[in-house]
C-alpha cells in the first residue's frame, strides 16, 4: 500500500483561518496533491491556493505533517504549511468545494474538521 501526498496551507487574518468544505462535508485546509510539473511540494501548495482561491501566496515553513486516513486502505500523508497572502475583499472559491469561510478559534470548535487540521491550527492562533 502506498500513500498518496497532500500539500495544505494555513492562511488567515485576524485570528481566523480559511476552510474550505469538501464533498464529504467536512472543512479542510485549502490546497491538494502535488502533480508532474510541480517542482516542490510548496510550489504544488502555490499553484492550489491560486486554483482553489485565487490567492496569489507565499508558502512559508512546514507547521506539520501527519497520517489521515479518510478513505480504508488509502493513507495521506498531509503537509501543513504557513502561507501568507493580501487578504482579498472576498472570498472566493473554485467549484471543487461547496463552500469558503473564515473561521477563529471559538467556530473551529463547531464544525466537523479532522483532528490534524485542528492541531495545526493550534499552532497558527
Known amino acids: 500500500m502506498s500513500w498518496a501526498v497532500s500539500v495544505k496551507g494555513l492562511i488567515?487574518?485576524?485570528?481566523?483561518?480559511?476552510l474550505l468544505r469538501n464533498e464529504r462535508n467536512e472543512w479542510e485546509l485549502?490546497?491538494?496533491?502535488?502533480?508532474a510539473t510541480d517542482p516542490t511540494p510548496e510550489a504544488a501548495l502555490g499553484r492550489e491556493l491560486d486554483?482553489?482561491?485565487?490567492?496569489?501566496?507565499?508558502?512559508?515553513p512546514l507547521l506539520s505533517a501527519?497520517?489521515?486516513?479518510?478513505?480504508p486502505h488509502r493513507p495521506v500523508l498531509?503537509?501543513?504549511?504557513?502561507c501568507w497572502a493580501d487578504r482579498p475583499a472576498a472570498l472566493w472559491h473554485s467549484d471543487e468545494h461547496g463552500a469558503v469561510g473564515l473561521?477563529?478559534?471559538s467556530a473551529i470548535d463547531s464544525i466537523?474538521?479532522?483532528d490534524g487540521y485542528r492541531k495545526a491550527i493550534e499552532?497558527?492562533?
Do not use: N
Open 30 to 35: 485549502p490546497g491538494g496533491q502535488p502533480d
Open 112 to 114: 466537523t474538521l479532522p
Open 103 to 105: 473561521f477563529g478559534p
Open 78 to 82: 498531509i503537509l501543513v504549511y504557513r
Open 51 to 60: 486554483e482553489e482561491l485565487g490567492l496569489d501566496a507565499q508558502v512559508g
Open 123 to 125: 499552532l497558527f492562533t
Open 12 to 18: 488567515g487574518w485576524g485570528g481566523e483561518v480559511v
Open 66 to 71: 501527519y497520517r489521515y486516513d479518510p478513505v
